[in-house]
């Protein structure tokens, strides 16, 4: 890479800044900058006017640093000893003249009320402020950032349209306000924080309603399908809010109100008690859609290390209304999320797919861009499977894990259970599998073992449970 020219300009107010200058200079030569400075160019006898002007109208120097104090600034104003007697201060007429681009304001003094000394011509601009010790070093890494033209943001390369804006009529949940307010509420730490999320979560339950099927035309497992597609960048915003939540503010109020949010998600996944007549793919898209955000949301959970909350939602019971389909029962596990799709199977066979889960197929697309590795949510589907295990005893846990369909990729314990070999570590994440230590685990990984406990197949393929625990390891170093 070339050395990029700079020239700086700067006022003589007094020796120890002209030294100050001399130091940014050398700084600035030492990072790879071809910094022209009066001090080591500006030869006896050579006109100092001509000098500065040449340097900042030569077309090879591509930067000009303007250091500004406050005699720079009263000078560049012509308000003290008129603009042509300091010899290296840029006047309004010089700047106008030139690509405006080419300079940057460096402070290098603030006033008593701690605003920099800045030229009028220049005030509307961005600055680089090297007047605090504290903050000298990330500025100057600004400073070269400007000058070499690599910016700490980059804009993104252009892509296409989503698919799920391309065509057609397009809903909208409404909950951009409330996003955003939570969002801004949870990073700030405000009081108001837990009415925010709650607000949000009221407002996506109560606008799910729009992703509901009612009419249709052509195959219905490509409905499903559009909806699933449609419904995307509202899951990727509640993948952010989640996220700041675990970040910022997982407190026992906001994951209480998260339950609720879930549970209240729960009628969706069967028929309304106004319709007596429907099938039972009629809310596969609701099925797929809540089974995604419960994936994510303990996921999240886990990988900020948040055990204890993502526990609370797997041991809390979540109530099921009256007119259940669910029988007698009115409380359900965390299991009530993940139930299948016939509309899947259709698809299928219908496309001669041969796939051995079209369901986990679109996980994997989907999370692609969500911020998400989609390895964490397979780790996150073991941890349900193998929880929903201790939690029932029958001869299925009552948790399929599709995403394990992917398993073959991977032939090791997965990160949690690998970290495990800690004892402090598996402490930590005990709670997910509702264990007290690792030998609770045994009768479980028998079970399967023996075939007492059913195991799912994924098509001719299985999975070894020992193996993504690392049963043999957990728990061997202090």
């Not at 949010?261 to 069967?270: A, C, K, N, R």
Request: aromatic fraction near 14%; include cysteine; glycine fraction near 4%.
């Amino acid at each position: 890479m070339t050395a990029p020219k700079l020239f700086i300009s700067y006022s003589w107010s007094n020796p120890e800044h002209e030294q100050w200058v001399v130091d940014l200079a050398t700084e600035l030569r030492e990072s790879g900058v071809d910094v022209i400075l009066d001090k080591w160019d500006l030869k006896e006898g050579n006109d100092a006017v001509a000098f500065m002007e040449q340097m900042v109208t030569n077309s090879e120097i591509k930067k000009v640093v303007i250091v500004s104090d406050e005699i720079y600034a009263s000078k560049a104003d012509g308000r003290s000893g008129g603009v042509g007697t300091e010899t290296q201060i840029i006047s309004k007429e010089v700047y106008d003249n030139q690509a405006q681009d080419k300079f940057v304001a460096v402070i290098s003094e603030k006033d008593d009320d701690d605003k920099p000394f800045l030229p009028t011509f220049y005030k509307s601009r961005i600055y680089i402020d090297l007047s605090e010790a504290d903050k000298y070093s990330e500025n100057f890494d600004r400073l070269l950032r400007w000058i070499f033209d690599k910016p700490l943001y980059v804009k993104p390369r252009l892509g296409s349209t989503p698919s799920f804006l391309s065509e057609g009529e397009h809903i909208s949940l409404g909950t951009m306000a409330t996003f955003k307010r939570c969002v801004e509420s949870l990073r700030n730490g405000k009081s108001y924080s837990a009415g925010a999320f709650d607000e949000y979560c009221n407002v996506f339950a109560s606008n799910f309603e729009q992703f509901r099927i009612v009419k249709y035309e052509g195959e219905f497992d490509d409905v499903v399908v559009k909806s699933i597609e449609e419904f995307l960048p509202f899951r990727n915003e509640a993948i952010q809010l989640f996220t700041t939540v675990a970040q910022y503010s997982p407190t026992p109020e906001i994951m209480q109100r998260a339950h609720r949010f879930f549970e209240s998600l729960i009628p969706y996944m069967q028929r309304p008690a106004h319709v007596s007549q429907w099938d039972d793919w009629d809310f596969d898209n609701f099925k797929f859609l809540i089974h995604e955000l419960f994936l994510y949301v303990v996921t999240i959970l886990i990988k900020h290390e948040r055990f204890q909350q993502a526990n609370e939602l797997l041991s809390k019971q979540y109530y099921l209304p009256g007119n259940s389909d669910y029988g007698r029962d009115v409380m359900a596990s965390f299991i009530v999320f993940c139930e299948s799709m016939r509309s899947m199977d259709h698809r299928n066979q219908r496309l001669k797919l041969n796939s051995l889960s079209v369901r986990a197929n679109i996980l994997e697309q989907r999370s692609k861009g969500s911020g998400v590795e989609f390895r964490d949510l397979m780790q996150t589907d073991f941890v349900l499977f193998m929880r929903a295990g201790q939690d029932n005893k029958d001869s299925f846990s009552g948790w399929w894990p599709d995403t394990l369909v992917y398993i073959g990729r991977f032939h090791s314990a997965f990160e949690i259970f690998a970290r495990s070999v800690s004892r402090s570590y598996f402490d930590k994440i005990k709670c997910l599998l509702a264990i007290d230590k690792v030998s609770d685990l045994s009768e479980q990984l028998e079970g399967y073992k023996a075939d007492s406990r059913r195991l799912p197949r994924l098509g001719l393929r299985s999975f070894s449970p020992s193996t993504l625990l690392g049963f043999d390891q957990l728990c061997k170093k202090a």
